[in-house]
């Protein structure tokens, strides 16, 4: 497109609330390209290891989902898979929730979230136009989808193992059965949230039942994966894994967000992944670090044809 000093429009005022919102831009969000802002796009590019130059290309559009900027082909079966820890321990600011959830909302078609226990955060995602969302009572994991795009065929939610009082509460994998409007293809996404502190450097008396339930999680889990792939159906995965730098279910699945994302700081617990179907594939990935939760949102777009 690119954006440099001159440029207006919606994808300017964009680029300026995001900079503003990282604390890159001083001074107000007026919808001019100036001085000001390619200084902060500088410190941007600085920051993230680009070419310094001040110029709005489409590397830092994708990142900050300006409007115009690497939108979808016209090709069928392309969607965007958000991944997003909208963190709830301790609950947020309602401003900051909202923020959150409404940015997360404008990045995807096909949305995971975690952590999604509070009433309002659950008001907060129902009110998202566009979408409808599997959610029902006392799930932490709901899923959301652009109803424009995708239709429910069915849904579910299996636990893989039970909470422990003080310690972590019950853990479950949701999933959701869509068919494409447009092309008529059908898939299943699964979203999850893995028990905390299983395998961090934090010691604690509990941390042998962390580990058991873990790995009961994913081998249940892999079990459910390989269910819907026997009957043919390509499925995508969501979640806070709860462990840094790993291939879960080892080479079953491609981990397309990739395993050293930076999703938690430096570290990587947040997943977007998928099975390996002839028909589905990874068309780019990225991580926005605009939220503010302790986690990033992680963002796969992928083509089903």
Avoid: C
Wanted: positive net charge; charged residues 30%.
């Amino acid at each position: 497109m690119p954006l440099t000093v001159g440029s207006r429009g919606a994808a300017v005022l964009k680029l300026e609330r995001e900079l503003k919102e990282r604390g890159l831009l001083r001074g107000p969000v007026d919808n001019v390209f100036d001085a000001r802002t390619a200084e902060a796009v500088k410190k941007y590019e600085r920051k993230s290891g680009f070419k310094v130059d001040g110029v709005v290309g489409q590397r830092i559009a994708d990142r900050f989902d300006l409007p115009g900027a690497s939108q979808k082909p016209d090709g069928e079966g392309i969607f965007d898979v958000v991944s997003m820890n909208v963190k709830s321990n301790p609950i947020m600011r309602p401003g900051q929730m909202q923020h959150d959830v409404r940015k997360a909302a404008r990045m995807g078609d096909i949305i995971g979230w975690q952590e999604i226990s509070p009433a309002n955060y659950r008001a907060e995602i129902r009110k998202q136009k566009g979408f409808d969302t599997f959610m029902p009572k006392g799930l932490q994991t709901p899923i959301s989808w652009r109803t424009s795009e995708f239709e429910l065929l069915d849904s579910g939610v299996e636990r893989m193992h039970g909470g422990r009082a003080g310690v972590s509460p019950h853990r479950q994998v949701a999933w959701v059965k869509l068919q494409n409007k447009e092309t008529g293809e059908v898939m299943v996404h699964m979203n999850t949230h893995l028990v905390s502190g299983a395998w961090n450097s934090k010691k604690q008396p509990t941390d042998p039942w962390r580990q058991k339930m873990w790995k009961q999680h994913i081998e249940k889990m892999g079990n459910l994966i390989e269910r819907f792939e026997k009957k043919g159906v390509p499925v995508t995965i969501t979640g806070d894994f709860n462990r840094n730098h790993f291939r879960m279910f080892g080479d079953e699945v491609k981990y397309d967000s990739g395993i050293r994302a930076g999703t938690h700081g430096r570290s990587t617990l947040d997943y977007v992944m998928s099975t390996r179907h002839a028909e589905l594939s990874k068309v780019n990935t990225r991580v926005d670090r605009g939220f503010e939760s302790d986690h990033n949102a992680v963002v796969v777009r992928y083509d089903l044809d």
